[in-house]
């Protein structure tokens, strides 16, 4: 029987810019009275992270331009926050509503160019961490050095998606396991040879993480303990579709 | 500490057409020495469910149509394949490449409109549920007599997404849970009322049974252990985008 446990870990403290993030999560580990294991994943909201490299803006600094101001007013938004989400981003793809969505320098289409006011306190807001996939390998290789073992590391966030309602999380910085599964050329018990099988699964992990992380409980790192990950150089930059090839868009 | 745990249930057996799938299923709980505790709910991928209603379709029936004869001869595909396929969609997204992305009659957009060769054997093609809602209500019923107790039933199937690579398992069915799991007007920790937070948590739940599925390993249905899901009369539907509020597509 495969069995897959996922443990909530919340109590890391409050992260700071400049926080050591392996000792907030060690912290968080002790409180939970968890010991990280050969084979655990270890799936880490964003907002941490971003908090540790200094990532939130207090918006009391940003003078906003105009056509923040007057679209932010159209729709009753903070003008500063609009002009945020217009800085950090590469592309709008669109802009309706008092909502943005918008194409951020990682390549990911989501809400607001990922800036976000929740979970960070007064007048602040938080961005995405700047280069996610460096993000994720540095904290995997202080946890190696650590433990003494490969624990991959999955950063997430939470995005919409087109067609579906809802917002499920993905993974935006991945390292120490490979986010696709490549199920092509492999037989089903049948003998078909499965042709379109690629399976996202560090967007599995991170969506399964996000049931013991919950959005208002502050439990902001989950540890996944009994799922087979593929070993190898894998990136969160694997799972931004080329547009040339994608037929959803 | 939040301990979630998702069990792979295999050895359900070979599944036929009007077979009852609550045997199947109770003999696949009964391999893997697992039983229901109240608060389960139950994963199971879309295609043991249509295979016991009988939506497969054997491709030496089908006549193709000019149309898919000429498209599918393009692009190397099986004519009567691609004559499925069309007669599946309500409406063609794109159609290109060999691949076609279609709106089914349930409102899903996905590949093939959920038409698939892999896992069923010969010249045989699996078709989506007619309505997945009314099958997981039915298998939800048949838990609830059999055990006394509530259990939620998800049907899966894995889709492509718009801007991300890869597929990812997501609800097409729902019985006995909410799948949208709404945080507006709730407060952070730091006061800051949540404006944008419905989480589409059925899919998430969706991805996370994958991860124990696999493709090619004939665990057709996953066991998941303490989500603190919301009761309620929810639907699959639910989580169908209405286009006039999709921002991504």
Known sequence: MTDLRILGIGDIGEVAAGDDLLTAIQRGLVAADAQLMPGDILAVTHKVVSKAEGRLVDLRTIEPS?????????????????????????????????????????????????????????????????????????????????????????????????????????????????????????????????????????DELAAAAELVMGKVDQRPVALIRGYAWQSGNGSGQQLVMRPERDMFR
Chains 1, 2 share one sequence.
């Open 66 to 202: 105009p056509f923040a101001a007057q679209w932010a007013e159209r729709y009753g938004k903070d003008p500063r926050q609009t002009e945020v989400v217009l800085r950090e981003a590469t592309r709008v793809v669109r802009m309706d509503r008092g909502i943005i969505i918008a194409e951020t320098r990682h390549g990911f289409v989501c809400a607001n160019a990922g800036v976000d006011a929740s979970n960070v306190g007064g007048d602040m807001v938080c961005l995405l961490p700047l280069d996610p996939d460096a993000s994720a390998r540095k904290l995997a290789r202080a946890l190696e050095q650590a433990v003494g073992f490969v624990v991959p590391v999955i950063i997430t966030d939470s995005f919409g998606r087109a067609w579906r309602d809802g917002v499920v999380n993905v993974a935006i910085g991945v390292a120490g396991l490979l986010p696709l599964a490549d199920y092509r050329g492999q037989h089903d018990p049948y003998g078909y040879v499965l042709s379109a099988s690629v399976m996202a699964v560090a």
